[in-house]
């Protein structure tokens, strides 16, 4: 009998996210929620349209090249930093009422 092969279904995009069997759940969505201590199970009752199974695959994936996978994730929260502060450059505007509104909703609780 042959060694059977696990097939991890995770793709590339586009704009260089990997997502989850062709869905537009990421990496980072399957990864943040097994470290937030979810299971399996927890994650697909939150995502119905990826298979059980291919949670696990991404998770085991993810126990195997842990440091690589990490890796990647440090490289897009540093992207989206980057970007937020792009934003916030171009259009302080927008981020001062975004503060002010934080500041009326903190004092009205």
Do not use: C, W
């Not at 059977?4 to 069997?21: E, M, N, T, W």
């Not at 199970?41 to 949670?55: K, M, V």
């Not at 990647?72 to 302080?92: C, F, G, N, S, V």
Request: avoid cysteine.
């Amino acid at each position: 009998m042959a060694t059977p092969a696990i097939s991890v279904p995770i793709s590339k995009d586009d704009h260089g996210a990997f997502r989850v069997a062709h869905t537009r759940v990421t990496l980072d969505v399957i990864v943040a929620a097994h470290q937030h201590g979810d299971t399996p199970e927890q994650i697909h009752t939150g995502f119905p349209t990826l298979r059980l199974a291919d949670i696990y695959a991404v998770i085991t994936y993810y126990l195997n090249n842990q440091e690589e996978v990490d890796a990647y994730l440090r490289q897009r929260d540093e992207e989206a930093e980057q970007l937020h502060h792009d934003i916030e450059a171009k259009r302080p505007d927008m981020f001062q009422l975004q503060k002010r509104l934080q500041k009326r909703t903190a004092s009205q609780d």
